[in-house]
């Protein structure tokens, strides 16, 4: 519930000698309860409950003649039937003018063609009440439709949707799914509008989502349904017949007059005597079909009568009572010749082979012509072939020294007549200009050797003289500037190509130029040259007020107006508030004020703050618009984030987010922190209640109070003076040693993940710090929250690696978060809610493992099982035997999972070892 309060309050000054009475604040408080009296209850400070302490932002009127009304509004939870509200007046002057209590609703609203009801407002401000909505008549949904209600009545972040069913289109402007007329039709679920019936279809009845053909037209069932319904093709045209031999015949005909109204048109001929010994080409299979116009029929049999059909088909063909065909009816002709006989080879030389062979027994007269096909052995698939019409041929343009094969064949009338039994011969060798045969053979080996052994002893002298001169080039290199000739390049894991190029002498920050090669084309990937910018501690400045001046903007004081009192912090009141700075538009901001009269010292360290926070630009870091330094109250303004804390903000709305919407958030946090600490600083109090939210749902990080830089590059650590630690958040060795890195902020977003998915739940519960400090050194790690996917609370494990070089880095964590968000159904598998322990390594017995998979289980490492299976890696008594490299190999290159893993089989190989000596193994 809302209470509005309008009025209007004297200024103390109109009262002289009541200084230390005299108020200019008075106190709103509630009081619940459930069943409703006839009178208030007995007024008992502790029985209400405090709303605010609330002062006159307006104004303060000095006389009677010039009243100022002032309004402030504020929200409580309601939990019970009903409340009472009080007003305290401590020693104000103060008029009460007009009173409203009220509650916010979202209104009723349709969208996505969903109807949403009205919706009250959560209990807090900030809190997000999620609506389902129901799809309008005549919608289906796509995806479960939902609205988030904000705490100012507004709708946000509409998720699903319903979409109109077919037969009915969408109405966007009315968000109704209006019915299709007859004459009309829409076939599918979405927002496509009805269409009128295509060609030779029509539909009777509004809301259709299909035409029904005219008579005598189909459609195919993968035809669309805006497709005009078709016709069967007419029968093929002008049929005739080519033979090309005794057993061959070709068919050729016209395309039909009327293809239907389609472009499909196949064909398919039947056979009424072909058996199976017949062959067709285009290929044709029992009721299959081709889209060529002729067909070439093999195997017929020689004089023999076969009636063929010819149909032509679309796809509506099936659905016609009748089909439309052309038959012809072929008889083949009389037999070939026979086979020719007496193949004989006349002539061999180097490239060049004759033949000679007898005629067919056949009349000679009948002979057409001879075909010599010739091949090397065994390849003959790969044969080639010359014509003749004498007994005799030569080939030439053969390959010395090879294995030929030759086959001879005669074509008379009608037809070719089958090849010979193939004979073999070998073709000789040219050397000079003399043929060499095989009874050369030994003096063509002595030649050939002479030959090579001279041109290896000019192929020595040659390489001799080669590396001469490179020598030579080398000195040369030795005596020049290293700019001249030193470039390093080597190749990496991934197959890249790194060159690195030293430029007049070695510089301390050499370019890098890294480049993809593939086949001849080389890719620049990228160039990174010198250092980003690095953050500085302002406590290095000798005058911390210089460092105020240099990362912080001062701000006039008359461009801000504060609104409202949203909270209180160690220094003063955090207000909310307007800037509105000359020639730009007024923005809301948040407000820190130091108290009044607080010394220099809390002045300094109050805007320390500030000089951090200026040296950031990140979106999600929280940005500092500036300081009001010469003016009081001190402030420090910043971007308002209207949700306010992480924690706060997640325990309001419990149960409320997707689990990828919870991802998101924990990908904001990781970039934040990867800026941070690539800016060479540590956080050292990183935890939900210093995340910020704002209304789009970013979070982004805050609270610098205890953050300093990393003090050395190479230990990466800050040692404190001492104070305060947040236990349940921070790394132990920054508990036992005070050294913090980011290594140890890496820690603490493994708890931060913990709270988001926990939605607020505070850490380690209500356990005293001792207790969390021992708990931890045993080995002991938060559960897995209720339904926490197994991947997340894998990279919250990794987080709380006992050693910090085991850690990820933040920039590996965004990486691996962004996998997850682009792949959401990683997100599916719900992690077992177990407490584990840092290694997990004494605790298993190993001889209670049957297989890699439960091993691995033990471990905590499932997300490895993939790698030990692709590489065969199936049994215990295999994995015993592995090494760091072999780990390596399998691609495991964690260093803190290698640790782990390598810790285990050290154990697995003792506990097997003992077992072979009892006999436990064979």
């Known amino acids: 519930m809302y209470i509005e309060v309008q009025f209007s309050m004297r200024d103390c000054s109109l009262f002289p000698g009541t200084a230390l009475s005299c108020k200019e604040t008075f106190s709103l408080l509630y009081y619940e309860f459930d069943a409703a009296t006839k009178e208030p209850p007995f007024w008992e400070p502790e029985s209400y409950k405090l709303i605010d302490r609330i002062a006159a932002d307006e104004g303060r009127f000095t006389n009677s003649a010039d009243i100022i009304i002032n309004a402030e509004i504020r929200s409580i939870p309601v939990t019970k039937k009903g409340v009472y509200f009080a007003f305290r007046d401590q020693g104000a002057c103060i008029s009460l003018l007009a009173i409203k209590v009220y509650y916010i609703t979202c209104p009723e609203i349709t969208k996505a063609f969903t109807h949403f009801p009205t919706t009250p407002t959560g209990s807090e401000v900030t809190s997000i009440e999620q609506a389902t909505g129901k799809c309008v008549a005549h ?457 009044p009269g607080s010394s220099e010292k809390a002045r300094v360290d109050f805007l320390t703050e500030a000089s951090i926070m200026g040296q950031f630009e990140h979106p999600n870091v929280i940005f500092l618009q500036g300081v009001v330094t010469k003016s009081n109250p001190v402030m420090i303004i910043t971007e308002y984030m209207e949700n306010g804390s992480l924690d706060h903000f997640l325990r309001v709305n419990d149960g409320k987010f997707q689990v990828l919407q919870l991802v998101g958030m924990l990908r904001c946090i990781a970039s934040g922190m990867q800026y941070l600490s690539e800016m060479n600083y540590v956080h050292r109090d990183l935890a939900a209640r210093n995340v910020l939210v704002n209304a789009q749902l970013i979070c982004k990080i805050a609270d610098f109070g205890l953050s300093r830089e990393i003090e050395s590059h190479t230990e990466g650590a800050y040692t404190t003076r001492g104070g305060k630690i947040p236990v349940r958040w921070t790394a132990p060795e920054a508990i036992a040693f005070r050294k913090f890195t980011s290594a140890s902020d890496v820690w603490s977003l493994g708890i931060v993940m913990w709270e988001v998915m926990s939605y607020g739940e505070r850490p380690y519960w209500n356990w005293s710090n001792q207790d969390v400090i021992k708990s931890i050194e045993k080995g002991y790690r938060l559960p897995a929250p209720m339904e926490c996917p197994e991947a997340i609370y894998q990279l919250m494990l990794d987080c709380w690696q006992k050693e910090r070089n085991h850690r990820p880095n933040f920039a590996s964590i965004v990486r691996t978060l962004d996998r997850l968000i682009r792949t959401p159904e990683a997100l599916n598998k719900v992690a077992q809610n177990r407490c584990t322990t840092a290694l997990g390594l004494d605790s298993v017995d190993m001889t209670q493992l049957t297989s890699v998979e439960d091993w691995l289980a033990s471990l905590k490492m499932s997300r490895y099982v993939d790698n030990f299976q692709r590489t065969g890696l199936t049994d215990l008594e295999a994995v015993a035997r592995l090494t760091q490299h072999d780990l390596t190999q399998l691609g495991i290159t964690l260093v803190g999972h290698q640790k782990k893993l390598l810790q285990s089989i050290h154990t697995l190989r003792t506990q097997l070892a003992v077992n072979m000596s009892e006999g436990f193994l064979v």
């Open 139 to 595: 919608a289906r949904e796509e995806s479960t439709p939902s609205f988030l209600c904000t705490g100012d009545g507004q709708w946000s972040l509409l998720n699903g949707g319903c979409a109109c069913l077919p037969g009915y289109q969408a109405n966007t402007e009315k968000q109704t799914c209006d019915v299709c007329q007859p004459g009309m039709f829409k076939d599918s679920v979405g927002a496509a509008e009805c269409r009128d019936c295509p060609e030779h279809s029509a539909a009777a009845h509004a809301g259709a989502s299909e035409c029904r053909c005219d008579t005598g037209y189909y459609r195919a069932p993968e035809d669309p349904r805006d497709m005009p319904c078709t016709r069967p093709p007419s029968k093929p045209q002008n049929i005739t017949v080519t033979f090309k031999d005794q057993s061959t015949v070709v068919l050729a005909w016209l395309p039909p007059v009327s293809d239907g109204g389609r472009s499909d048109t196949l064909y398919r001929v039947v056979c009424d005597a072909c058996g199976g010994h017949v062959s067709y080409n285009p290929p044709q299979m029992a009721d299959e079909s081709f889209n060529a116009t002729q067909v070439t029929v093999s195997g017929l049999n020689p004089v023999t009568t076969y009636r063929f059909q010819v149909y032509a088909e679309n796809g509506v063909s099936s659905q016609a009572p009748v089909a439309q065909y052309l038959d012809i009816t072929v008889t083949t002709e009389a037999s070939v010749p026979s086979m020719v006989s007496n193949v004989r080879v006349t002539s061999v030389k180097s490239t060049e082979i004759s033949l000679a062979w007898d005629a067919p027994s056949d009349p000679y007269s009948d002979i057409e012509m001879y075909e010599v096909r010739y091949y090397v052995r065994d390849q003959h698939n790969n044969s080639s072939s010359i014509l003749t019409k004498k007994e005799e041929s030569s080939l030439v343009s053969l390959r010395q020294s090879t294995d030929y094969g030759f086959q001879v064949r005669a074509k008379t009338s009608h037809g070719w007549g089958k090849y010979s039994q193939p004979i073999y011969k070998k073709t000789g060798q040219l050397l000079g200009t003399a043929y060499v045969g095989d009874e050369d053979n030994t003096q063509v080996r002595i030649i050939v050797g002479a030959t090579v052994g001279a041109f290896v002893v000019i192929a020595v002298i040659v390489i001799m003289t080669l590396l001469f001169l490179r020598s030579r080039g080398t000195d040369e290199c030795n005596k020049k500037q290293p700019s001249d000739c030193d470039t390093l390049e080597y190749r990496n894991g991934e197959g890249l190509i790194v060159t690195f190029s030293k430029l007049h002498g070695v510089l301390e920050n050499p370019p890098i130029v890294q480049t993809h090669t593939t086949g001849s084309m080389t890719t620049p990937l990228f160039t990174q040259v010198g250092h980003h910018r690095t953050y500085i501690d302002p406590h290095t400045y000798e005058d911390p007020n210089q460092a105020i001046r240099e990362f912080a903007r001062e701000i006039d004081a008359s461009y801000i107006t504060i609104e409202a009192i949203i909270g209180g912090g160690e220094f003063g009141d955090v207000c909310k508030g307007k800037l509105q700075l000359p020639s730009r538009p007024e923005m809301t901001v948040a407000i820190k004020t130091l108290k």
